[in-house]
Each structure stands twice: as structure tokens, then as C-alpha cells.
């Protein structure tokens, strides 16, 4: 789900690290010898000229390297994050998680540990599939931007975040309605049922809702509870009005009338 706004973000919310190091580091870094020992200011200045010019792969590895021969340093701590961002960058999310995760291993308490958090977030969000493949990788993104909120709140990053959750929540309710639609066209009516459950019970600020409580009235009616199928019309009506999900709902009430009377009539207690 990476698109131009994101990957500008990420560029704008990344911390000053690597300007403040870069202006102290040696000159004459220009030479790509990854594999070859270099005093620690050198290999970030390359390292950062190599992200300049927008070499994400070379960039990682020479971060890396700055982390392996001086990983001391505190050039080695600026060093993960910066390598974890190229790697990113370059659409390696599992080498980016990976740095990430060993940043905050290492430094838990750092001032950067939130973009450390956001960058892991955005791994994982940028690789979430269309709902008919395995959301795992949806709820993954789903954890790792809530752990941000949840220990960040206050923080730039996690105003961002919050706006993905909401787009990862309606993607995971879409799931759930893309599995419910397919019970429902094989008659498996309890099985859509749930799945049209889940949506409205537990992402009930998405998108889906409304179709969720128009299919929850068509399978209830279809496994013969009409009462059932009364409650979600009228809540369907009570929160969405006037809207084509509503006004199926309705025609099926409409035209299912004598089944909810005769119910009624059961359910009558004898007097």
C-alpha cells in the first residue's frame, strides 16, 4: 500500500541523524569499499552520499558496516536507524523490521525509538495485500502502528499512525465481508452469518457496516430467525438511512412480513 504520500512522510519524518552526523564525518569518503576497514566518519559520510543519490541497497550495507567495525560508536546506533530507513526505502521491509527491531533491542529508551516503531508500522502496512489473499501481514501492521500509539501517543508519528490504523481496520473488515459474501453464495448461512457479525461488532467505524447489516438481515431471514433479521434492518435504518443498503433491507423486511408475524404469533405466550 505504498504511495507517494507515505514514502514523503516517511522522508519528513525522519529524525536529523543523518545531517548531524554527516557534517563531522572525514572528507574523502567518496570510494565505495564496503569490506574494507575505514575509520567510523568515513563510512557514514559514504553511507549518506550513497542515500543521497539514492543507492538504498548500497547505503544499508555500508550502514551496516559502520554498525559491524565500530558498533561502539555511537555513530553505530545512528547507523541502524539510518539503515533501517535505506532498507525501507528500497522495499527490503524484512531487513528494515529487522534493524528496527535491533535498535530498539539495543536502545529502548532512545529518542528515536518512535521512529523506529513508525518505520516497522510502515513495513508492514506498505506490503498488505487486496482481501482476497492472507491478511496476515494486515494484522501485523495493525499491531505494530497500535504498540506505536499506545507507547507514543503525543508524537508526530503516531498521529500518522492512527490515520493507517483506520485504513488497515476497514481493510480487515473488507476480509471479513469478502469471506461472508462467499458462504452466502454457497448457502453456508451460519458461517456468513459470524463473518457479518465480526464487522459489525468489532469494526464498527468502517466502511463495510452498512453492507454488513444488510447481508446479516438477507441471512437471518434465509436461516428462518426474521426477528434477528428485524433487529439489524432497524439498526441499519437507525444509522444509515436512506442508503441502498437500507433500502434493500427494507424491501426484504417488506417482503418476508408474513414470516415475522407468524413468528410473533409463536412466540406469543399462550394467554
Known amino acids: 500500500m505504498r504511495t507517494p504520500t507515505t514514502r514523503a512522510l516517511a522522508l519528513a519524518l525522519l529524525p536529523v541523524l543523518a545531517l ?22 568515513t563510512l557514514y559520510s559514504t553511507a549518506k552520499q550513497k542515500l543521497d543519490q539514492h543507492q538504498y541497497k548500497l547505503a544499508a550495507a555500508l ?7 565500530h558498533p561502539y560508536s555511537v555513530w553505530a546506533r545512528r547507523a541502524q536507524l539510518m539503515g533501517a530507513f535505506s532498507y525501507y526505502l528500497n522495499r527490503d521491509y524484512t531487513e ?9 533491542a539495543v536502545h529502548p529508551g532512545n529518542r528515536d525509538a518512535p521512529y523506529a516503531y513508525y518505520l516497522i508500522g510502515l513495513c508492514y502496512y506498505e506490503q498488505i495485500s487486496d482481501v482476497q489473499r492472507d491478511q496476515k501481514i494486515t494484522q501485523q501492521a495493525l499491531d505494530s ?3 506505536l500509539t499506545r507507547r507514543y501517543p ?7 499512525a492512527r490515520l493507517k490504523i483506520d485504513l488497515v481496520r476497514d481493510h480487515l473488515a473488507g476480509k471479513e465481508m469478502e469471506i461472508g459474501r462467499f458462504y452466502e453464495t454457497r448457502g453456508q448461512w451460519l458461517s456468513a452469518t459470524l463473518r457479518f457479525r465480526t464487522v459489525v ?16 438481515t438477507e441471512s437471518y431471514l434465509a436461516l428462518g430467525v426474521p426477528e434477528e433479521a428485524e433487529k439489524a434492518a432497524a ?13 434493500h433491507a427494507y424491501k426484504l423486511m417488506q417482503e418476508n412480513q408474513g414470516k415475522l408475524k407468524q413468528a ?3 412466540a406469543k405466550p399462550a394467554s
Request: hydrophobic share 35%; glycine share 10%; net charge negative.
Open 20 to 41: 548531524s552526523m554527516a557534517g563531522c564525518a572525514k572528507k574523502g569518503g567518496g570510494k565505495d569499499l564496503p569490506y574494507v576497514a575505514r575509520d567510523v566518519g
Open 63 to 69: 550502514f551496516d558496516e559502520v554498525e559491524r567495525q
Open 96 to 104: 528494515s523490521i529487522s534493524s528496527a527491531q535491533r535498535f530498539l
Open 145 to 147: 502502528l497500535g504498540e
Open 154 to 160: 503525543n508524537t508526530k508519528y503516531a498521529a500518522d
Open 201 to 216: 461488532d468489532q469494526y464498527q467505524m468502517t466502511t463495510h457496516v452498512p453492507e454488513a447489516l444488510m447481508r446479516l
Open 235 to 247: 439498526v441499519l435504518g437507525a444509522n444509515y438511512p436512506g442508503t441502498d443498503w437500507y433500502n
Open 264 to 266: 410473533q404469533v409463536v
